[in-house]
């Protein structure tokens, strides 16, 4: 099985919207098949979509509907596959370099690629050194949070190349199912709402929908709502995973994610959030990770929570004293990483082949650019962290 691309004579190895519409909320068919290196980050995957002129002229009229189509993906033939286009800002048509969604049960039920019912192609227009995202993820399922795996493809068009994608898990049933015990409970995406009363309408249910009850939800906007700062941990550790939460946010201050849920700077973006039916809890979930490890400010102010829920637990002595510790671990997590020669290796596995993208909106100056960026943010972070829990 040839799971490593060759294009162009050049071998790349490593150096260094979720669907919604599920009827049921546990995963069904076989479990995902871990051995097969269908993220292993240091295989970059050849993924070869076949659309015939049907399916093309209809992706034109509807792009974000599901064609029928045919894909070759690690050498592997698989039929009747879902295809559509995806993306909001990264959105393109295929007359440029289209971000794709592969559904493998589409058309017909049950259908499975080694345990996967969907797979994600990020085209990375907004992570033009197509580290930042991967690297992300890496962190937060180091730290045994629960984030997609993610390695990098190369994607073909009836033969055309469309050029070097992010091959991104995708956020599903089957997806919660290799995190929690029970993955019978509702899985959301976010669409801009804070977590309070009256939000339901903002969190779209993409598991459960066949019978939608979303009185958990409800739960939970009731206890943000009613925890001030002395009974916050308690109030809101009875409907979510506190420390799991604060881990999260730890997180995402050190991957200066700007445009998550808690340091957001235009609203809540970026995460789903999972019930948990066996631990009756909520956890988040990170999604859409392309614009961390790119300052927006001059600094990312770790106690300038912008999260609702981080904002409470910051005016509640408890919690705080709580984020800090978790802070600091997260900072000696980072510090036992080599982060830069992590940024290097996979920098240099995506170099060649960002110069051979005929698609890509960036110059080859730009994806270095880039890459420097997040190399200089990552390198810079434990001191930037512990520096400021100094304060």
Known sequence: M???VAVAAIVVGCGGAAEGGDDGGAPDGPPIDLSAPIYDPATVLQVELSLDATALAALAAEPRVYVRGAARIGGEPVADVGVRLKGEWNFRDLTAKAPFKLKFDEFVPGQRFHG????????????????????????????????PRANLAWVTVNGEPFGLYVNLETE???FVGRWFADAGGNLYEEH???????????????TNTAAPDTSDLTRLFAAVDAASPASFTADVGAVIDLPRFLRYCAYEAAVWQ?????????????????H?????????????MDMSWKPHEPTLDVFDARGLIL???????????????????????????DLGALVDGWAAQAR????????????????????????????????????????
């Open 116 to 147: 996967l019912a969907r797979m994600t192609l990020n085209n990375a227009l907004e992570d033009p050194s197509w580290v930042a995202e991967r690297l992300t993820y890496q962190l937060y399922r180091d730290a045994a949070l629960p984030a």
């Open 352 to 391: 060649p082949l960002v110069a051979m993208d005929p698609r890509k909106e960036i110059s080859d100056a730009d994806f270095e650019d880039a890459v420097t960026v997040v190399r200089d943010v990552a390198v810079g972070r434990v001191a930037d962290l512990r520096a400021q829990l100094a304060r």
């Open 276 to 288: 948990d039916p066996a631990a009756d809890r909520f956890h988040l979930i990170p999604w859409g």
């Open 172 to 174: 599903d049933k089957h």
């Open 2 to 4: 040839r799971w490593v």
């Open 192 to 206: 801009g709402a804070e977590f309070t009363a009256g939000s339901e309408g903002g969190f779209e249910l993409e």
């Open 311 to 337: 904002q409470k637990c910051l005016a509640s002595p408890a919690c705080a004293t709580a984020y800090r510790a978790e802070l600091a671990a997260v900072a000696d997590a980072l510090a036992a990483r």
């Open 258 to 274: 700007w445009d998550g849920y808690c340091y957001t700077r235009f609203g809540p973006n970026n995460f789903r959030t999972y």
